[in-house]
């Protein structure tokens, strides 16, 4: 069988992901994050604060009259790694209908899940007997998934990982069954896949009835790709990855066509997070960053300091929140 255009696109994405997430950059993720930015306790926040009943459709910050952003920049991590940020109060009555609670246990796959910063955290804020499965097609990440979560395995959490494509004809189905989870979870991958369309299907297939599928990515309202060389400045690398299949970001429309074509998915909920204070690499904001916030670093407006060897430019950072249900 001749691969068609797609299943080359796919492939071609599969590679580039595999260079670009080799040891070095995995180990400079895990450090960036824990050390600096603090992303994954904004992503497991955003997580375990997901209510299907009570969501906030907000989809554009433009008109916000307190549009600061959230975290304390005095503090290491902007003060993200308090549990009293990421850990929602499970007591207050406002907080009955959120998905996930430590009483409650799930089967959660949790697709693209690199090294298991934001894995290691959520096992530890649901149910006991519950199964987490992490997939990912980075061997060097998945060691170090293994690592963080060995002491959470020792204590008798479920948590396995498998490296997986999941779109592959040579998908092993023995290893993550479909039918089998209550809830799929997705943490700044999507803008990593090249198919959206088709990984969402694939996705929505592992679901129970009426289980979740929840996608966390960077937020962009920039509707057209744009090309890095446009913005000129030394400062701004070019040796952009091709990892990053879709540049700056998702728009709110992306994932909601992915959402309808999957044909097997209801009660779409998708907003726009409040926007954390992060520090991002110029390397990284050449693939991750808004034109606007480019147009800001082009013209000096940025705050810096330098973390393990490189320059790191203070900005406000807004994720999309997407989540769906299997019919």
């Known amino acids: 069988m001749i691969p068609t255009n797609s299943e080359n696109h796919h492939q071609n994405a599969i590679e580039e992901n595999k260079k670009h997430f080799n040891k070095d950059m995995v180990k400079l993720y895990d450090r960036h994050s824990i050390e600096l930015s603090g992303a994954h306790y904004i992503l497991t926040k955003l997580l375990l604060g997901f209510d299907p009943v009570n969501f906030h459709p907000k989809l554009d910050h433009s008109n916000d009259k307190d549009s600061e952003s959230l975290g ?3 503090l290491p991590v902007f003060g993200y790694s308090n549990k009293d940020f990421y850990v929602p109060d499970y007591e207050n009555p406002k907080n ?55 002491h959470l395995s020792e ?37 990593h896949f090249h198919d959206l369309d088709k990984v969402t299907h ?21 509707l057209d790709s744009y090309k890095i060389e446009d913005f000129n400045k030394p400062k701004i690398e070019k040796q952009t990855s091709g990892s990053v299949q879709h540049i700056g970001g998702l728009p709110y429309n992306q994932i909601k066509n992915s959402f309808n074509l999957s044909g097997n998915l209801k009660n779409y909920k ?35 300091i330098k973390f393990d060897g490189s320059i790191n430019y203070l900005i406000p950072q807004d994720y999309i929140v997407a989540a769906a249900q299997k019919v």
């Open 72 to 74: 304390d920049r005095n």
């Open 96 to 150: 009955s209908n959120l998905l996930f609670n430590p009483n409650k246990s799930f089967n959660v796959l949790d697709f693209a899940c690199g090294t298991g910063l934001v894995s290691q955290l959520m096992v530890q804020n649901i149910g006991k007997n519950s199964k987490y499965v992490g997939i990912d097609i980075s061997d060097d990440a998945l060691e170090l998934f293994n690592e963080k979560c060995k």
């Open 155 to 191: 204590s008798g959490y479920n948590i396995q990982s498998y490296n997986l494509d999941i779109v592959s004809e040579n998908f092993d189905s023995s290893l993550v069954r479909e039918n089998d989870f209550d809830v799929v979870l997705c943490t700044l991958g999507y803008h």
């Open 202 to 222: 694939r996705l929505s297939t592992f679901l129970k009835k009426d289980g979740w599928l929840i996608i966390i990515d960077i937020h962009s309202k920039d």
């Open 270 to 304: 998708i907003y726009l997070s409040d926007s954390f204070w992060t520090y991002m690499h110029s390397g990284f904001m050449a693939n991750h960053s808004p034109k606007h916030i480019l147009e800001m670093l082009k013209n000096d407006l940025l705050e810096s």
